[in-house]
Nanobody, 115 residues
Framework: QVQLVESGGGLVQAGGSLRLSCAAS????????MGWYRQAPGKQRELVAA???????NYADSVKGRFTISRDNAKNTVYLQMNSLKPEDTAVYYC?????????WGQGTQVTVSS
């Protein structure tokens, strides 16, 4: 089992920045990859960014050049640095971990970008 706790969401004006954090605990040795997903009202949950245990990263086209995913292995924490935020980035952001073919999710953190 893997437990994920997110933090760092909030309200920001367009063009601003936020950093999300996701702290993992439990069977962290089994984690293959971690990532961030988001879900806006009335829309499906979508991948924002992911990072593998080897450090490879993947981003949605809509956030490339603006968002950066990183990890601190010593703290078992993954970060999502979000710059140049747009109103369309408004959503609930969920941390995800893939471990032994199981998906684990955090509780979600709200990000609201005002125009």
């Amino acid at each position: 089992q893997v437990q994920l706790v997110e933090s760092g969401g909030g309200l920001v004006q367009a063009g601003g920045s936020l950093r999300l954090s996701c702290a993992a605990s439990g069977s962290i040795f089994s984690i293959n990859a971690m990532g961030w997903y988001r879900q806006a009202p009335g829309k499906q949950r979508e991948l924002v960014a992911a990072i593998t245990s080897g450090g490879s990263t993947n981003y949605a086209d809509s956030v490339k050049g603006r968002f950066t995913i990183s990890r601190d292995n010593a703290k078992n924490t993954v970060y999502l640095q979000m710059n140049s935020l747009k109103p369309e980035d408004t959503a609930v952001y969920y941390c995800n971990a893939v471990a032994e073919r199981n998906n684990y999710w955090g509780q979600g953190t709200q990000v609201t970008v005002s125009s």
